[in-house]
């Protein structure tokens, strides 16, 4: 029982002392002052119209959500059309005509999902293009912000 105690006042205690303790130093004056050179604090910086990009930023904020939910009501358009064409399908007896209306549904889906992605491609492009201009508008240089972050989901 002692031995635990040991330990445990050697592994809690001994760590506080040791990193409790600071060192203080002096600094001895110098018999003559150093001279003081005014120095301006702020350099001169070039004014930038931040209201002009909060807009642009704004406005492309709000085409790319506008782009990115016509999107997916396109996807899921697309699903319900899928969903209706093969249940269609399995109401056909005559197995060659069902797998054809099966491959169809399957071929038609894939189509506007393709197309779906298309077009949102390009009104992110336009989305970001456009904020490009009103960025240049507003005097500012790039961003550092990345149009393709978005693409990929």
Not at 4 to 18: D, H, K
Not at 28 to 55: E, F, G, H, R, W
Not at 92 to 102: F, G, L, T, W
């Amino acid at each position: 029982m002692k031995k635990i105690i040991t330990i445990a006042f050697a592994l809690i205690v001994v760590p506080l002392l040791v990193f409790g303790q600071t060192t203080t130093t002096t600094t001895i004056p110098s018999a003559t002052p150093t001279p003081q050179i005014a120095t301006s604090t702020t350099p001169k910086a070039k004014q930038v119209n931040l209201d002009c990009m909060k807009n642009a930023v704004e406005k492309r904020e709000n085409a790319l959500k506008t782009a990115r939910e016509i999107y997916f009501n396109k996807i899921n358009q697309a699903y319900e059309e899928r969903k209706t064409a093969l249940l269609n399908a399995w109401t056909i007896e005559n197995q060659k005509e069902r797998q054809k209306a099966v491959r169809v549904a399957w071929d038609n889906f894939k189509k506007s999902v393709k197309s779906a992605k298309s077009e949102y491609k390009k009104a992110h492009n336009q989305a970001w293009n456009t904020f490009v201009k009103d960025r240049k508008a507003c005097k500012f240089g790039p961003t550092g912000e990345n149009p393709e972050a978005d693409l990929n989901y």
